[in-house]
């Protein structure tokens, strides 16, 4: 069962629909017992860093999210989330990941919205390297070919981690539930990883 986190903010029902798609049994919760008996917990995106920090904080599940053993999976914000820290909203992030979340700068158009290309090697990425998704987002983590980063996207000169894996931790800065096809087919493999 796959758990998507309701933390007061973020696009629910289409990352729902895109789990559901692929395979997975889905619930919307922030109810404690329910993430922990889960088999993944999904951190949606949409949304500002800040408020998903204090509201997950006051809802008391940060502790959860950090310590259960089952799988996670960020989607945009919901990856960023998963870092130390971010530029956006002077929280620390849930520090699953190393790194610091930087706004996009140097670039035409803020923020990033659009379909970009993704490329690397990863079990995700099976059968989908340069292949197109879809990116709506203002911060990232820069790219800086870490073993956990697995893909990358350009845009507009600037390196973006757009894919990480680490063990029972993976994330996309793309909505893989607004990618269409090539999003159903990445959730899909996914789903596959997640059951080995």
Known sequence: MAAIVNYGIGNLFSVKKGFERAGFRVVVSNDKEVLKGSDVIVLPGVGSHKAAIANMTSLGIVDVIKEVDNFKFGICLGMQLLYEESEEGGLKGLGILKGKVIRL????????MGWNTVVGES???EGLSGEYFYF?????KEYEGRKEEEAVSDYEGVKITALVCSGKVCATQFHPEKSYVNGVRLLKNFYTYARR
């Open 105 to 112: 700068r140097g670039v035409p158009k803020v923020p990033h």
């Open 123 to 125: 079990p995700l990425l």
């Open 136 to 140: 709506a987002h203002s911060y990232y």
